[in-house]
């Protein structure tokens, strides 16, 4: 990675979506959104112990809610689903949303990751930061990169925890795609995780460093030498998170979004070492249908679904910016 540059494509490749960041002033937080205003089949795979969303249960296949008019990626902890308001507020006046009775409900599942480490943790990702975010997406021509690294959701966000904050890298939000036979897969990944990001050769790209700060340490083989003996005190429950979304234009109904999100989750061990410690890892599925009814291989989608989230989390440090007046080292800005 380090070498050869990041990886091609991105999420704004996928017909049927626009996509936007927003920032807090005052502290490194911020969220990015994903529209969909005229609904898209979507579903969740939920495998971290201490998660923080909104509306994912009405994406369980047997309930009747049938598509989304956008997903949230959100720093701020839990206070930062307010930013769904926003996005809310921002389709429901433009009259998108799901009929019912006298109204229209926009749909606007949201994930949340801790970033509270860095600043004043009284700011936070609001209403006006998700309505930004929708504002800066619809006035991005179709097709445009999206900015990656320090940027939206993942403005704020760290990597390799375990030995605490001091020891960490800066993480950040990054994106990937492939086209395989006309349809197009690509992932969005806000990464804040406690663990390390490694390549795909197993080096460690971004996480724990030495106690001097100087070097990578390899979080899993410093475990496996013992290296939690007298350590700090493990970070709390749900103060790291690996949030997403694997997004394609191919026709899925909720029950095969649901399926895609599960497969494409195996892109998260592939590219972060440990995973799921103290995590609340989520990652959504959407499906524009904008590539036609043509037939559609699940497990090819699957497939293709969990190397550009493994892709898309590379990205994101390998993009990741220093924050001004923050002690967080970043992939490039740390030798070897």
């Known amino acids: 990675m380090t070498a050869t540059g990041p990886y091609a494509g991105c999420v704004t490749q996928v017909g049927g979506i626009a996509v936007g960041h927003a920032a807090m002033a005052g502290r490194p937080t911020g969220c990015t959104v994903l529209l969909c205003p005229e609904g898209a089949a979507a579903g969740v795979a939920q495998r971290g112990g201490a998660p923080g969303t909104r509306e994912t249960d009405l994406l369980r296949p047997e309930n009747a809610v049938p598509v989304v008019h956008a997903l949230l990626l959100t720093g701020g902890s839990a206070f930062g689903l307010a930013a769904a308001d926003g996005v809310m507020r921002w389709l429901a006046a433009r009259g998108h949303g799901l009929p019912v009775g006298p109204a229209r409900v926009p749909i606007v599942p949201a994930a949340v990751l801790f970033d509270l480490w860095l600043g004043n943790p009284a700011i936070h990702p609001d209403a006006a930061c998700g309505e930004a975010a929708c504002q800066a997406a619809a006035a991005t021509p179709a097709g445009v990169p999206l900015a990656q690294g ?31 036979g006309g349809i197009t897969v690509a992932a969005l990944m806000a990464v804040n995780a406690i663990g390390d990001v490694i390549g795909a050769d197993g080096t460690v790209l971004a996480g724990a460093r030495t106690p001097d700060g100087r070097q990578r340490l390899g979080t899993a083989a410093a475990l496996r030498a013992g290296a939690r003996a007298g350590a700090p005190v493990v970070p709390p429950a749900g103060s790291a998170t690996t949030i997403g979304v694997v997004v394609t234009d191919a026709a899925l109904d909720k029950l095969q979004a649901h399926q895609l999100a599960a497969l494409a989750y195996h892109g998260l061990p592939r590219a972060i070492d440990p995973l799921g410690l103290h995590d609340g890892d989520t990652l959504f599925a959407l499906a524009t249908g904008r590539a036609g009814a043509q037939a559609v291989d699940l497990s090819t989608l699957g497939a293709l679904g969990a190397e550009v989230v493994a892709r898309a989390i590379r990205n994101a440090v390998w993009h990741a910016e220093a924050l001004p007046g923050h002690d967080l080292p970043t992939m490039r800005g740390l030798p070897g």
């Not at 925890?161 to 086209?179: D, N, V």
């Open 150 to 180: 320090s940027q939206g959701a993942g403005l704020g966000a760290s990597v390799g925890k375990l030995f605490g904050i001091g020891r960490a890298m800066k993480g950040g939000i990054g994106c990937a795609s492939l086209q395989v």
